[in-house]
């Protein structure tokens, strides 16, 4: 079965009816046309309907987000606290907030939330207090070759700082992780394991779970980049077992800058401050200060409250869409991506060339054809790819490469979009 775009969105109106936990705007979204739904999407780019494949990099977002953060300026715009009425209504929304993303990943207690930047600021977190407090001479440091520059510069400086050692797992010929290697390499010395759950190049879902259970018969700690993974596959941070979890916002529906970094609440209190300043701490004077509990540890200074409510917004959206329906979208443009790219000359993918565990990225490269130039001509028929070394040089070298192109597809993208890009291609070839 081929799905076209008014088909997969007429799943889409049912995110409306979700109730939301702050949602003014609720009546005006119900009455919204479901084309409406990403009204980016509404737009034509070089004079032909935009097709947007960018999607890795960061989603569109739905007319709910927009609204969602429009609501937030126009009534409840206040730095949260106990004291007037929008203050209090703010510092609710950010709770709530809290509250929706805790659910969304299973997470034990919303107090283990911290909404940050995005994936980058979020590791970054980790290692400069976890890894700061818990890295030493000696210990090894596990990652994989495919991981994206934001899980593997914060983890190579706290390990150069620490004098501890950076070991890299690597992949098969079709880009599946050397679980293999993975065994033999972990140790009474592994200290921490860093993986992408799903790489930004390769598209494949990496087993988290068998993973997570290796570190622990060997006492490490895991952090997972869920950059990738949390906008398509659903996650249960309790079920998988890690210590830490990550994911960006932008990714999945939810505002610019945004994310999430998930910590177990015993190592949330175990570990130093990353921020200090206001909000993090009360009974301050120059000699002594009372630490703030779990994530609120974290959140020095006034808060992004928007971009957490607009994320809470784009996981009612997701939700009421369904993770089954959204997977189930996923498989058929991974499906079609993959059988329809095969038949473009000259072209190579990198990584997984069959359908299972797979989200719809695909990078590839085409003989005697320069990503970027594929990029921009594409671009001229408004249709919007990534180009470059996608943050993740070591895995392109291992695959022979220094840069290559990608598309990545989400809940608005069809194949008919894929089609399109086909057959661009076929003409640039
Ligand atoms: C696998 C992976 N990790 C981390 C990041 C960094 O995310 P952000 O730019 O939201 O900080 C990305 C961004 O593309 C990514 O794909």
């Not at 479901?34 to 309907?49: D, I, K, W, Y």
Request: some cysteine; aromatic content about 6%; charged content about 20%.
């Amino acid at each position: 079965m081929t799905l076209n775009r008014r088909h997969f969105l007429s799943l889409l109106p049912v995110a409306a009816v979700q109730p939301r936990v702050f949602s003014s705007s609720d009546a005006r979204l119900l009455q919204q046309p479901t084309a409406a739904s990403f009204p980016a999407l509404r737009q034509q780019v070089a004079g032909r309907p935009l097709a947007y494949l960018d999607s890795a990099a960061t989603t569109l977002r739905p007319q709910a987000v927009i609204d969602a953060l429009a609501d937030f300026y126009a009534t409840d715009n206040a730095n949260p606290a106990p004291v007037h009425t929008l203050a209090r209504r703010a510092a609710s929304r950010l709770t709530a907030a809290r509250q929706t993303v805790a659910r969304f990943i299973n997470a034990p207690s919303p107090n283990e939330i911290i909404f940050t930047r995005g994936s980058t600021e979020g590791i970054n977190l980790i290692a400069s207090t976890w890894g700061a407090a818990n890295l030493r001479p000696g210990d090894e440091v596990i990652l994989t070759i495919a991981e994206h520059n934001s899980n593997l510069l914060p983890w190579t400086r706290a390990a150069k700082q620490a004098g501890a050692t950076v070991r890299v797992v690597d992949l098969d010929e079709e880009g599946r992780l050397r679980i293999d290697q993975l065994k033999q390499m972990t140790s009474a010395k592994t200290r921490l394991i860093a993986f992408s759950h799903v790489s930004n190049v390769l598209g494949l879902v990496n087993p988290a779970k068998e993973i997570c259970a290796l570190a622990r018969q060997a006492g490490a700690r895991v952090v997972i980049d869920g950059a990738q993974s949390v906008p398509h596959v659903s996650v249960d941070v309790q079920d998988i077992g890690c210590d830490f979890y990550v994911f960006s916002g932008h990714k999945m529906l939810g505002p610019m800058a945004t994310g999430v970094v998930w910590g177990r609440l015993d190592l949330l209190d175990a570990m130093p401050a990353y921020h200090v300043g206001s909000n993090m701490a009360h009974d301050v004077d120059f000699e002594h200060a009372a630490i703030e509990h779990g994530a609120q540890k974290f959140q020095a200074g006034t808060p992004d409250v928007a971009g957490p409510v607009g994320l809470a917004a784009a996981i009612d959206f997701l939700t009421a869409m369904g993770k089954d329906a959204t997977w189930r979208h996923d498989q058929e443009l991974v499906r079609h991506g993959l059988a329809r790219l095969r038949e473009v000359k000259g072209l190579r993918i990198i990584g997984p060339v069959s359908a299972p565990n797979r989200v719809p990225v695909f990078t590839f490269v085409i003989d005697g054809k320069s990503p970027v130039v594929i990029a921009n001509a594409l671009d001229a028929r408004g249709i919007a790819i990534r180009a470059g070394d996608m943050a993740a040089l070591p895995l392109l070298k291992r695959f022979g490469v220094s840069a290559a192109a990608r598309v990545s597809a989400y809940v608005y993208s069809t194949t008919h979009d894929i089609d399109r890009l086909v057959q661009a291609l076929a003409d640039i070839a």
